[in-house]
C-alpha cells in the first residue's frame, strides 16, 4: 500500500483560505468515505481535525472542513492564522486486511 | 482525565530488545482500538499496526508484519509494541492512538499518545 500523494507545502496570508489535497487511488481515498484529517506541530502528537470525510470532532475549529471527490480528499482551512502553522496529514481506510494509509504530509506557512 | 500514556524515552543497541507500553485511562480500554505509528527523524507519518484488547485481534501493516510484534493487557488497560532485535533504522518516535470500535466505520485515530522516542545507536 503506496502513501498518498500530498503537497509537500501550502502557504497563504492570515485570514486567506487555503486548500491540502490528499490523493490516493480507488483502494482507498476513491473506494470509502472514511478519510481523516491530522495536526501536527513541531515536537507534539497528531491531533485529529476531521474523520469521515468532512465531520469535525467536539472542539475543532468550524475553519477547517473536508470533502471529496473521487480519489481525492481535500482539507480546506479558512481565515488562515498563525497557529494553523503545521504539519497536515491525511489517513485513509484501505481495506480489513491493511485498514490504513497515511498522506505524505503538508507543511503550512502561514506568511 | 481521558489520556494515552506512552513509556519514556529509550537509548538501545543494536540486536537488543525492546518493549514500550501505551496505557489509556478515563475511558473504557475494551471500547477502542490501539494503533502504533512510527514517525522517523523529519519524516511523515507511518501506520504500524492495530490491536483490539478486548480479544487481541491484531492487524499489521505489511511494511511492519514480522518485524514487530503489537500486544496488550486488557486488566491493566496497556497496549505494547515490542522488537525482537532494534537495528539503527529503527530510530523514531512511536505514538499509539485509539480508534473508536464500531461494527463498520470509525477508522481514524481520535485520540494520542504523546510518542515514545527508540534511539538505537552502538
Known amino acids: 500500500q503506496s502513501a498518498l500523494t500530498q503537497p509537500a507545502s501550502v502557504s497563504g496570508s492570515p485570514g486567506q483560505s487555503i486548500t491540502i489535497s490528499c490523493t490516493g487511488t480507488?483502494?482507498?481515498?476513491?473506494?470509502?468515505?472514511?478519510v481523516s484529517w491530522y495536526q501536527q506541530h513541531p515536537g507534539k502528537a497528531p491531533k485529529l481535525m476531521i474523520y469521515?470525510?468532512?465531520k469535525r470532532p467536539s472542539g475543532v475549529s468550524n475553519r477547517f472542513s473536508g470533502s471529496k471527490s473521487g480519489n481525492t480528499a481535500s482539507l480546506t482551512i479558512s481565515g488562515l492564522q498563525a497557529e494553523d502553522e503545521a504539519d497536515y496529514y491525511c489517513c485513509s481506510y484501505a481495506g480489513s486486511s491493511t485498514p490504513y494509509v497515511f498522506g505524505t504530509g503538508t507543511k503550512v506557512t502561514v506568511l | 482525565e481521558v489520556q494515552l500514556v506512552q513509556s519514556g524515552a529509550e537509548v538501545k543497541k543494536p540486536g537488543e530488545s525492546l518493549k514500550i507500553s501505551c496505557k489509556g485511562s478515563?475511558?473504557?480500554?475494551?471500547?477502542?482500538?490501539i494503533g502504533w505509528v512510527r514517525q522517523m527523524p523529519g519524516k511523515g507519518l507511518e501506520w504500524m499496526g492495530i490491536i483490539y484488547p478486548g480479544d487481541s485481534d491484531t492487524r499489521y501493516s505489511p511494511s511492519f508484519q514480522g518485524q514487530v510484534t503489537i500486544s496488550a493487557d486488557k486488566s491493566i488497560s496497556t497496549a505494547y509494541l515490542q522488537w525482537s532485535s532494534l537495528k539503527a533504522s529503527d530510530t523514531a518516535m512511536y505514538y499509539c492512538?485509539?480508534?473508536?470500535?464500531?461494527?463498520?466505520?470509525?477508522?481514524?485515530?481520535?485520540?494520542w499518545g504523546r510518542g515514545t522516542l527508540v534511539t538505537v545507536s552502538s
Open positions: 492512538a485509539r480508534r473508536p470500535i464500531a461494527a463498520a466505520g470509525n477508522w481514524y485515530f481520535d485520540l
Open positions: 478515563g475511558y473504557s480500554f475494551t471500547t477502542y482500538w
Open positions: 469521515d470525510v468532512s
Open positions: 480507488s483502494s482507498d481515498v476513491g473506494g470509502y468515505n472514511y
